[in-house]
């Protein structure tokens, strides 16, 4: 199983960004797909998940309103849609897969659960 992230960069306070992650190599209608995030010197926490199978998705409290997460099928690709970005959303962003979701409930918050990771793309948010 392979998930390469894409899309960081650095935008303005207030901008827009989208990361992609591409996922190979997984059974897809078992598994959720989540953004994990990084800033310095802080712990990794949890921004969106979302079930493969039905698009259910979850957010982050600091996401919700701003961020929205899709998967695209035929690409076997999800995407992080950020709009009105702050500073506080710097970091490094890291998608994660779970292989074992088989679509119970919304998607699990908890790295614990991801046993699958890409390498991360930074978000820089001027402000």
């Known amino acids: 199983v392979q998930l390469q992230a894409s899309g960081g960069g650095l935008v303005q306070a207030g901008g827009s960004l989208r990361l992609s992650c591409a996922v190979s190599?997984?059974?897809?209608?078992?598994?959720?797909i989540a953004w994990f995030r990084q800033a310095p010197g802080k712990a990794r926490e949890f921004v969106a998940g979302?079930?493969?199978?039905?698009?259910?998705?979850l957010y982050a409290d600091s996401a919700k309103g701003r961020f929205t997460s899709v998967r695209d099928n035929a690409k076997n690709t999800m995407y992080l849609q950020m709009n009105m970005m702050k500073s506080e959303d710097t970091a490094a962003y890291y998608c994660?897969?779970?292989?074992?979701?088989?679509?119970?409930?919304?998607?699990?918050?908890?790295?614990?659960?991801?046993?699958?990771w890409g390498q991360g793309t930074l978000v820089t948010v001027s402000s």
């Open positions: 994660a897969a779970d292989p074992t979701f088989y679509g119970l409930g919304s998607p699990s918050r908890r790295q614990l659960e991801y046993i699958y």
């Open positions: 190599g997984l059974t897809f209608g078992n598994s959720a």
């Open positions: 979302i079930s493969w199978s039905d698009g259910r998705t």
